[in-house]
Structure formats: structure tokens, C-alpha cells
């Protein structure tokens, strides 16, 4: 009997059983969501931005993975340097060496990142989060974060304490000591911080969920009253950075901003290895390992592992040989453009905003009183239901995949891998256009998967 471990002819033997499997041992609600909207597709392979079938369809990626599949699926250059990283057989994790990747990739990521020192590598975007909740709080010596409401940091118990979505923080109190601030609202964070508690503010220079930007000149204004306080700013680029919004950094599309702590994750995996990475400035660093006997005081067990490590270096190489970030900024320009002008010929799409290749397409109440009394219908079910069903038949019969933004919001959001190019654009708008005349005239599958939804809706209550 062999003792060799097959993983092909596991997959090949069970792989059939894939949604019965994580019904019986996984999240169990994630398959029955799946078929309920139609998604509960079997996807065979992936490469770049595409996905495809046992029959042989493709599948454009609108989604990315929210965001981890910057460089799409396999890309060749990582996948060669995940190979070449094994075949090495280091001596990773010693925990008592030091390594020459993790100091590699920390090299390379802040030669991206003007007025940044140093860097803690953990495994995901919420480790960032939470060391930099850590971090800001004991340089500073202060209890109290201020994060934005709707946004989205993470869901592990520090960074949920920054969680702007109520639905995400009920039945987990009690957190940390938080407040939320309006985004943009320079009043309501000086109003906080005259109270002389608060470690630093949080923010998505812009938020994943709804695809908010933070307007013009907050962030640098921000900056300037946490300094005057001695709070720290935090950017959470864990969606938002590694060229997403057509800069390396999105806080970078405004001159002057220099946080003082940068939380990435998601593209810096390639979408193989999990890593997270909290950039900092060096006095921050310096403070919280003040000595020799504080020097694990702040730690991750897979912390700077060499496939990550690897991973990352790969990712960084591949963004600057082929000028990922100015070809996002430049496809999604075309992206942004050729939605915009849709806005004018159909009533249900309310707005078209985001930069580079984060997109957020807003519907709205129409004026018409026939489609106007099916909107209200929908909206009296639960808010979010029209976005949910423009989603669905462009899966199922243009084989796009996109989402929501985020629950009871009617905003798609578009975060496709940033190697789509001008045949991608067109392919989407096409199925997108298609999908809004087929809502405006007022039948097929889009209303008819309405009254599923609606259906659905009532059931839940």
C-alpha cells in the first residue's frame, strides 16, 4: 500500500463533493447563500482574469478575490518564485536567525512608501491592522482609536473595534475603546480629540464598502490635528494599496499626507501565500521594541515566512517591470468613463465613482412611476435586493463575476485584477448594458430573479 499523498487523484476522487463537503464542515450558511443567488458554480481552472468551467465557458473576474488577485490567478513570474523558493530547502523559521527575505521584500516595499522606516510582516490584512492598533497605542500611550463610519478594517477583535458596519460588531462586546467620525468630517475628529485620549485615527483613504473616497484635502487636514495631539494617522491600504486605485498608495493621490502607520496585505500575497505587512515610521518601531527584553513583544508564528516572503518580492517585481499601476490607472480611466456615460441613459444607475480600478456603481430610485413602484417593492423587501440582481445575470448569462459592496447597499463594486486591459472593459460594459436595458424594460430574468430575492427576503424576517 503506498504512502505517497496524491493530491490530484484526491481532487479528482472527491472534488464532486465540494459544496456538500463545506455544508457539512465549513460555514454552512456559504453554500446555501451560493445557491440561493445562482452562484454555486464548479470552476475548473484560473489564469490572469479569468476563471473557466469543466465545459470549457470562461468567466471574466470582476471580484479579484475582494482584491488578493491583483496580478490575476498564476501569474508565471510568482508561481516560478514560489517553485524556486522550495527547491531552496531554507532553513525558514528558525525564529532565532535573521533571513535575508523578509529584510529583502521590507527594502522593496519602502522604497515605494516616502517617510516610512520600517516594516512588521504578519499573515493577513487584519494582523496589519491589529499590530498597527498595537503599535499606535503604545507609542502613544493613549486607549482610545477613532475609525470612520462604514468602514471596514477586519474582523478579528481589534480590528473589529474599527468596524464601522454594525452588523459585523453585534454580539462580540465588549471591543476596544473606539469612536466612529463622519468620513470627511474635520469637526466631529477635533471634537474627539480635545479630549486628550486618542491614539490615532484609522482610515481607508477610500472605503471598500460603497467605494466612499474621503474628499479632497481631509487627509492631509487630518494629519495635521492628530499631530497637534499627538495621535497617529493610520492608512488602511489593505484593499486601496499596491496600485488598486492607480497609484501605489491611494492616500497618495493627495500631496502632503505622510501617515505614520500603512497596513497592506491582499496583492502582496500574489494570491498564493497569505502575508500582511504594517509599514511604520522609525520612532514608532523603536518605541514599542524599546529593548532586548521586549524584543518578541510583538509577533506572528508564519510572520516572514520564505514563501511569503518570496511571494511578495515576486508580486513588487512583477508591478515595476510591467507598469501595473500606471496600467491600472489608465484601464481604469476607460472603465470609469465609458460607466459614467451610461449614467444619462438609464434611470436606475444613480452614480459611477472610484479610482483606477476600484469602481463603485451606485443605482438609485427611478422616475418612471412603473419602474418606480418596483423599486419601492424591492427597497420595502431589503435594501440592496436591485444591486443583488443586476449581479446575478451577469454571472449567469454574461459569466462576469462581480458583488455587492457590501449588505443593504445598492452598489456594485468593481476590484477586477489590475492586468484587465481594453477587451475586459468592453466585454463588462457590453453584459452591463445588456443587464440595464433588460431591467428598464421591465421583464426578463432581472425582475425575475427580483421576486426570488423578495421571496428570500420575507422568509429571513
Given at each position: ?5 496524491d493530491?490530484?487523484?484526491?481532487l ?70 514560489l ?12 525564529r ?17 512608501s ?15 491592522v ?8 503604545y ?27 454594525g452588523?459585523?460588531?453585534d ?37 471598500g464598502?460603497?467605494?466612499?473616497e ?18 497617529l ?7 486601496t ?54 524584543v ?19 508580486v513588487?517585481?512583477v508591478m ?13 480611466d ?9 449614467i ?22 427611478p422616475?418612471?412611476?412603473k419602474?418606480?413602484?418596483?423599486w419601492?417593492?424591492?427597497q ?12 446575478v ?21 468593481l ?6 486591459g481594453e ?10 448594458t ?28
Open positions: 500500500m503506498s504512502t505517497e499523498f493530491l490530484g487523484a484526491l479528482a476522487e472527491r472534488g464532486a463533493e465540494r459544496y456538500e463537503l463545506h455544508g457539512r464542515y465549513l460555514n454552512h450558511q456559504l453554500p446555501r447563500m451560493l445557491h440561493t443567488i445562482g452562484f454555486d458554480k464548479v470552476y475548473e481552472r484560473g489564469e490572469g482574469a479569468y476563471f473557466w468551467d469543466a465545459d470549457g465557458n470562461d468567466y471574466l473576474d470582476m471580484l479579484a478575490g475582494f482584491g488578493v488577485m491583483g496580478l490575476g490567478r498564476h501569474h508565471p513570474v510568482v508561481r516560478k518564485a517553485h524556486d523558493v522550495l527547491d531552496a530547502s531554507l532553513a525558514d523559521l528558525t532565532f536567525d535573521c533571513q535575508p527575505l523578509p529584510g529583502l521584500l521590507a527594502e522593496k516595499l519602502l522604497a515605494h516616502p517617510h516610512l522606516d520600517r516594516v512588521f510582516f504578519g499573515n493577513s490584512g487584519t494582523e496589519a491589529e499590530t498597527a492598533l498595537k503599535f499606535a497605542r507609542a502613544t500611550g493613549k486607549p482610545r482609536v477613532l475609525y470612520c463610519d462604514h468602514a471596514f478594517h477586519g474582523l478579528t477583535t481589534g480590528s473589529l473595534s474599527v468596524n464601522g458596519e452588523g459585523f460588531r454580539g462580540f462586546a465588549p471591543l476596544l475603546p473606539d469612536t466612529a467620525v463622519p468620513l470627511g468630517d474635520l469637526d466631529a475628529l477635533a471634537r474627539e480629540l480635545k479630549k486628550g485620549d486618542v491614539a490615532a485615527l484609522i482610515v481607508e483613504p477610500i472605503q464598502k460603497g467605494v466612499l474621503a474628499p479632497p484635502g481631509y487627509l492631509r487636514a487630518a494629519q495635521e490635528l492628530l499631530h497637534r495631539h499627538r495621535a494617522l493610520i492608512a488602511d491600504e489593505v484593499q494599496g499596491l496600485g488598486r486605485t492607480g497609484d501605489f498608495y491611494a492616500y497618495q493621490h493627495e500631496d502632503g499626507v505622510e501617515p505614520d502607520l500603512v497596513c497592506v496585505a491582499k496583492a502582496l500575497s500574489g494570491g498564493y501565500v497569505p502575508v500582511g505587512a504594517t509599514l511604520g515610521k522609525d520612532w514608532i518601531f523603536k518605541k514599542v521594541y524599546s529593548s532586548m527584553d521586549r518578541l513583544v510583538h509577533s506572528a508564528s508564519f510572520g516572514s515566512n520564505a514563501q511569503a516572503m518570496a511571494a511578495g518580492l515576486a513588487l517585481s515595476e517591470n510591467e507598469q501595473i499601476v500606471a496600467g491600472a490607472r489608465l484601464t481604469g476607460l472603465l470609469k468613463s465609458r460607466l459614467t456615460a451610461l444619462d441613459k438609464y434611470e436606475l444607475l444613480a452614480d459611477v465613482r472610484g479610482r483606477g480600478l476600484m469602481i463603485g456603481i451606485e443605482f438609485g430610485k422616475r418612471s412611476l419602474l418606480r413602484s418596483r419601492t417593492m424591492l420595502a423587501a431589503r435594501k440592496g435586493l436591485f444591486a443583488q440582481m443586476v449581479v445575470p451577469l454571472l449567469q448569462r454574461h459569466r462576469i463575476l462581480t458583488q455587492v459592496s457590501g449588505d443593504h447597499l445598492e452598489v456594485i463594486k476590484i477586477p485584477p489590475l492586468v484587465v477587451a475586459e472593459v468592453d466585454r463588462f460594459v457590453d453584459a452591463f445588456e443587464v440595464m436595458d433588460d431591467a428598464h424594460n421591465g421583464g426578463g430574468l432581472v425582475w425575475d430573479f427580483g421576486r426570488t430575492l423578495i421571496k428570500q427576503a420575507v422568509a429571513n424576517r
